[in-house]
C-alpha cells in the first residue's frame, strides 16, 4: 500500500508562534509578505500563478526585497574590509591591561567568577561592579543610555571580552551589537581600536564569531595565559599578523 502524506497551509497570528520561531525580544521574524495582510484562508500569492508585468503588488514586494538584500550585502563588504584591517591597528596597552568584561543580565555570576580570575592574574577590569550588570533594564532610551556608557568606557580599555556561558542564538546578536558596532563606533566618534574576544563555555562550534574578526577562547584552565599571549601579539604592531594572532585562540 503506498504511504500517501499530505500537508494544509493555514494563516496563523504571529502573537501565537512558538518562541523558536520569534526573536529574543519576542518579535515575530522579519519578512517579505507576498501576499495581502491580514491573511486569510484561501489567499493567493501576489501574481499567482504567473507574475506578469502588470501585477504591481508582486513587483513592489519584490522591489523592497532587494533594496533590503543590497544593504546587506553593502554592510557584508564593510564588514570584510574592516576585517582585514583592524588587526594591525591597535594600541599597545598598558603595563596593567584593562578589560572590559561583557556579559547579560542572567549571566552576571559567571561575570563575577571571570572577573575575579582577571583580577588575580593582573588585570585591572570593566565594569568594577556586578551592580552595573544586574541592574540593565529594557526600553529604546535605556538601552541606548547603555551602548553611549559602554562605547565612553571602552575608550579606557585595552580589550573586550564577551562572556558565553550558555547556549542560543543570541550569542551572535551579542558578538554583531557589542563586538562589532559597538567598536567600529568607538573608532567613528574616538579615533580608538580595541580588539574583541569570547570567553566560551559552551564549544559547540555554532557561533559566528569569525564573522565578526572576534577570536573565540574556550574557558579552560589555562585560557587567561593563552589570552594574555593573544593580546600581546594582536597589539604589537611591529610583528603582529591576523594568522599568528588567531593560531593563540583555542
Not at 231 to 240: D, I, M
Amino acid at each position: 500500500m503506498t504511504d500517501i502524506r499530505w500537508w494544509c497551509a493555514l494563516p496563523t497570528r504571529e502573537e501565537g508562534w512558538p518562541a523558536q520561531l520569534k526573536d529574543r525580544n519576542g518579535n515575530s521574524l522579519l519578512g517579505f509578505w507576498f501576499h495581502q495582510r491580514p491573511t486569510k484562508e484561501g489567499v493567493k500569492p501576489f501574481g499567482w500563478p504567473d507574475p506578469r508585468p502588470s501585477d504591481r503588488e508582486f513587483f513592489y514586494a519584490l522591489s523592497r526585497l532587494s533594496t533590503v538584500v543590497m544593504q546587506r550585502l553593502r554592510k557584508f563588504k564593510e564588514r570584510s574590509a574592516l576585517r582585514n584591517s583592524i588587526v594591525r591597528t591597535y594600541p599597545r596597552p598598558a603595563a596593567t591591561p584593562t578589560i572590559y568584561l561583557h556579559s547579560r543580565p542572567a549571566d552576571v555570576a559567571i561575570w563575577r567568577q571571570t572577573r575575579n580570575e582577571l583580577i588575580r592574574q593582573g588585570f585591572d577590569v570593566y565594569p568594577k561592579s556586578s551592580n552595573y550588570i544586574a541592574e540593565q533594564k529594557k526600553g529604546l532610551r535605556l538601552l541606548q543610555e547603555l551602548r553611549r556608557n559602554r562605547v565612553e568606557t571602552y575608550r579606557n580599555c585595552d580589550a573586550l571580552i564577551i562572556l558565553r556561558p550558555k547556549r542560543g542564538s543570541w550569542i551572535n546578536e551579542e558578538l554583531e551589537t557589542i563586538g562589532f558596532d559597538e567598536l567600529r563606533e568607538l573608532d567613528a566618534c574616538y579615533q580608538k581600536q580595541i580588539p574583541c574576544a569570547v570567553l566560551d563555555f559552551v564549544n559547540d562550534g555554532e557561533m559566528q564569531h569569525s564573522d565578526f574578526n572576534i577570536t573565540r577562547f574556550s574557558a579552560n584552565a589555562t585560557w587567561v595565559a593563552s589570552y594574555r599571549q593573544w593580546l600581546h601579539t594582536c597589539t604589537n604592531s611591529a610583528a603582529s599578523t591576523r594568522d599568528e594572532a588567531l593560531q593563540l585562540a583555542s
